[in-house]
């Protein structure tokens, strides 16, 4: 199941944008259109411009006790991650 974002133009026209996991409180856009998110205590990735629409693990937090994530943000130089945890 995933959590759908949807655009909507001056016209009212819809378009649906992506695809997050369902459950999932925050997401974060790169300028190079590489998207940030969570699904439990995983960190996930996928980048907007390659064909692959599929979400990519970058890191399991789950064994440090980490199950619910709520806010990411990530530098500008993608080397930096700092992500809010709900207990």
Known sequence: DTCIIT????LG????????????EDFFLAD???VFTSDKGKI??????SSDDEWK???DLGSM???KISRIAV?????????VVNE
């Not at 378009?15 to 996991?21: A, G, R």
């Not at 996930?44 to 411009?49: D, E, F, G, V």
């Open 65 to 67: 006790g980490i199950n």
């Open 7 to 10: 655009f909507v133009n001056k």
């Open 57 to 59: 693990e970058l890191i």
């Open 75 to 83: 530098n500008k130089k993608l080397n930096k991650m700092t992500i």
């Open 32 to 34: 190079n259109a590489d």
């Open 13 to 24: 026209d819809r378009m649906d944008w992506l695809h997050l996991p369902l459950g999932t």
């Open 44 to 49: 996930l990735y996928m980048s907007l411009l």
